[in-house]
């Protein structure tokens, strides 16, 4: 009947529009819900789309920030809790946190409204730092570990505006 056919076509219209979703949002789905993760890839081996980590700070749930710095680094800049943007010019702590949320490190995250940003303090918090005797002076070595389970690492071996590597106009 005909009834009986516009309720099939809508619930056919409505797992379509579920799939679709879960297609555009799978890499936050994933990452908030990692018991997901088996349906999306499985999805994904079929409509060869790829999982990756969210580009927003917000999707990817930090559970830490570890860094390893040189020790005249860790002097001059172990700042945990800077309260203004005096001292948080030499904040590692704030740096880390400010850039993974804005994905940028310039003027604004130097900024008060940016030191006093709730998202930017609990962050900060999560960022820990440890002495590396080995580690160059301009160089810092990071891993971001993400409540899921999944780990990001690198490493900088000349920080910007060092003498290795020094700023352009």
């Known amino acids: 009947t005909v009834v009986g056919l516009m309720a099939g076509l809508s619930v056919m219209l409505g797992l379509t529009l579920a799939l679709q979703a879960a297609h555009h949002w799978r890499d936050t789905l994933a990452a908030r819900q990692p018991a997901l993760q088996p349906a999306l890839q499985a999805m994904c081996s079929v409509l060869r789309c790829e999982i990756q980590a969210p580009m ?18 860790m002097t001059l800049t172990g700042r945990k809790d800077p309260t203004d943007s005096n001292k948080a010019g030499t904040s590692l702590y704030h740096w880390a946190a400010a850039a993974l949320i804005h994905r940028a490190g310039g003027l604004a995250q130097g900024a008060d409204e940016c030191v006093r940003d709730p998202k930017v303090i609990a962050l900060r918090g999560r960022v820990s730092a440890t002495v590396d005797p080995v580690i160059g002076a301009d160089a810092v070595r990071g891993e971001i570990r993400l409540k899921d389970g999944r780990v990001f690492s690198g490493k900088v071996d000349h920080a910007r505006g060092s003498v290795n590597r020094p700023m352009t106009d």
């Open 56 to 73: 927003q700070l917000d999707d990817l749930q930090v559970d830490s920030v570890q860094l390893a710095v040189n020790e005249t680094a």
